[in-house]
């Protein structure tokens, strides 16, 4: 894929006659998830054309850009030392628009389309997609609920080598959505990934409640004989 890209730069820049350069710096992500957006309603960190801006102000000059989101960053660490409460809020909300967001932007991405039919209009816009969204939120709890005894799994020393990893991936994207530009749909990545450990969890503490009401009911059952046992004996007696 880098292979390709580096390629289709490499043949625009001989058509063209100019260089493109590194492109926008990935630092401007950065800068801007730590941004509130002038739409409330996208909530903090969110996507608000910081990076487009300011790599055009810089002249496309990528290292210029570079430093102009440094600056705006370390602004940003200092009025969040000032104002450690505002500096929370705003993470919390930044995280919670991104994993208790069930659908990851998967309606939100494709809701503009040409002539959709009925039904699909219901899906996006009806009482289908509050049926949607409902079990959605309910699989989405469950899930975390999943992940939650995964790692205490691994907290217990029940899981380890390779049975880790996907832990670790999921621990990696979490930290990376506290810095990055807020969006759900770069959770979802995640969420695949930790599927496996999630559904396994599942059997394993499924496997053990079974287990538990077994054992449960087993002694109920040798507690009923051993009175039956003890009335005929006593009938005998």
Known sequence: MLLGKTTLCHMAEGQLDREYGSGAPYVLWIAMGMQENPDALKGPGTYNDYNLDTYLQAGYDSIEAAEVAKGDIRQCLAKWQEDPVAAVTFLK????IQWIEPTYCSFNQTRYQYRPQGWVE???T?????RALAFLNRFQGMVYLAVFGYYLRIL???????????????????????????????VYPYIVMILPGAAC????????LAGGIGRIAGGIVSSRERKQKQKEIGRTA
């Not at 969890?201 to 053990?208: A, F, N």
């Open 93 to 96: 909300e930044k995280l919670l």
């Open 122 to 124: 219901d899906l996006y």
């Open 126 to 130: 009806g009482q289908a997609n509050e």
């Open 156 to 186: 217990l020393g029940k899981l380890k080598g390779v049975q880790v990893l996907p832990g670790i991936i999921f621990l990696g994207g979490f930290f990376i959505t506290i810095l990055w530009e807020a969006k759900s749909r770069y």
């Open 201 to 208: 969890s599942m059997e394993y503490y499924g496997r053990l």
